[in-house]
Every structure is written in structure tokens, then in C-alpha cells.
């Protein structure tokens, strides 16, 4: 089975913290993905990846930053942590785009920025 | 740019009724679509996917979509709930470019409800 592993399930940050998120994925995927995720507005895409040191921005990237230094992990990093950045963060991976391929993720890590 | 409605936000069935949840997506191309189930505290798994082809798509845990192009319409379905069914339900498109990552657009969701 794939798996996509969040490092966390749980953190608790103060207001000004640079936060890392990590993603590992044991599948050989060439994308991956950052959402949030808040009630009522589904999930949003914050970057992708892919490739290794490949990012583009997704739909909300203001306040994110992403590494791929290994094509296995995928790291979102909140530059300097505010409220309004508290939510769930789900991160994904795929195959290299194409007929077929659908996106697995991670369990989630709730961040709660105080 | 693609988007994806999903018209419900809590939906409220009694154990052993039908089930229907909507999804109306606009793309300008062949769409690819998706059903996502998420329990809570959870990640999103993957109940069916339609790329071609049939367009009644059988997925996990007894339930079916239909893909209706005229409708622009991906409705998920089941024909007996069970209580372990209460979940957020996600209808997403995604795109696909032929090269590159692509991400899956969602719709806001749908919290089912299992009503004893």
C-alpha cells in the first residue's frame, strides 16, 4: 500500500515560530502536494512539487515556503507563524501526471498557532 | 479555471436509506474526476475515480458515481447506509496538463450525518 506519512498529527506553535512540516511518502511518486484544509472551504493547495528542488505555488502560498531536497519528503514551512495559519495541513503525492493517477495522503497535522 | 460545487453542506440520513450527494464541476476539458471520504481526525481516502469510459464508476464500500457530461455532474451514491458511513465527503477534479504536478481542485464538502 502507499503511504504517506505527516510527522506530526498534532502541534501547538506560538505567533512568530518558524514551523516545519514534513512528508514522507515510500511510493517512488514524482508529485506532491500541501493542502489546508478549514471548515467550509475544503481543502486548498498551498505548493506542489514535481520533481526534486521543483515548486510551484498552488492557490494560497502567501506565508508558506516548501523544500524537496529527496524525492521521498516534502517539507511546508511557515516562515514566521501567525493565527490565521491554524488549521489542518494534509500532504498528498502521485504518480507523474496521466490517465490513472489519483492522489494519496497523509493523516493530517493539526497546527494551532497561539 | 476548474471548479467544483458541492450544493450540501450536511446531509442527514436514517441507517438502511439511499444515499445521494451532489457534485456539479466546471472544466474546460475532459475532466477527471474523484470522490474522497475523510473520518474524522483523518486523511482523505480514495472512494472512486472516473477518468473514461463507463460512466457508472463502482468504487470501495458499496458506493457508485455517475458521470453525466450534459449535467456537468458527478453524484456519489449508495443504496443502504451504514452508521460507519457518517463522514466529510469530497468530490474533486483534477487536472491534467500532460506534463508536470497537477493538483486536485476540491469541492467544500459534505458532512454526512447517519441517523439511527
Known amino acids: 500500500d502507499v503511504k504517506v506519512t505527516q510527522s506530526s498529527r498534532y502541534l501547538v506553535k506560538r505567533t512568530g515560530e518558524k514551523v516545519f512540516l514534513e512528508c514522507v511518502q515510500d511510493m517512488d511518486h514524482e508529485n506532491m502536494f500541501w493542502y489546508r484544509q478549514d471548515p467550509g472551504l475544503g481543502l486548498r493547495l498551498i505548493y506542489f512539487?514535481?520533481?526534486?528542488?521543483?515548486?510551484e505555488k498552488g492557490d494560497i502560498p502567501e506565508g508558506y515556503s516548501v523544500s524537496r531536497e529527496k524525492k521521498e519528503r516534502f517539507s511546508l514551512i511557515l516562515e514566521s507563524a501567525s493565527t490565521n495559519q491554524t488549521s489542518m495541513y494534509l500532504c498528498?503525492?502521485?504518480?507523474?501526471?496521466?490517465?490513472?493517477?489519483?492522489?494519496?495522503f497523509g493523516q493530517g497535522t493539526r497546527l494551532t498557532v497561539v | 479555471a476548474q471548479s467544483v460545487t458541492q450544493p450540501d453542506i450536511h446531509i442527514t440520513v436514517s441507517e438502511g436509506a439511499s444515499l445521494e450527494l451532489r457534485c456539479n464541476y466546471s472544466y474546460g476539458a475532459t475532466p477527471y474526476l474523484f470522490w474522497y471520504v475523510q473520518s474524522p481526525g483523518q486523511g482523505l481516502q480514495l472512494l472512486l475515480k472516473y477518468f473514461s469510459g463507463d460512466t457508472l464508476v463502482q468504487g470501495i464500500k458499496g458506493f457508485e458515481a455517475e458521470f453525466k457530461r450534459s449535467q456537468s455532474s458527478f453524484n456519489l451514491r449508495k443504496p443502504s447506509v451504514h452508521w460507519s458511513d457518517a463522514a466529510e465527503y469530497f468530490c474533486?477534479?483534477?487536472?491534467?496538463?500532460?506534463?508536470?504536478?497537477?493538483?486536485?481542485?476540491f469541492g467544500k464538502g459534505t458532512h454526512l450525518i447517519i441517523q439511527p
Open positions: 498528498a503525492s502521485s504518480p507523474i501526471s496521466g490517465e490513472g493517477t489519483e492522489a494519496f
Open positions: 512539487s514535481y520533481d526534486v528542488k521543483m515548486k
Open positions: 474533486a477534479v483534477g487536472m491534467y496538463s500532460g506534463g508536470g504536478a497537477d493538483g486536485l481542485t
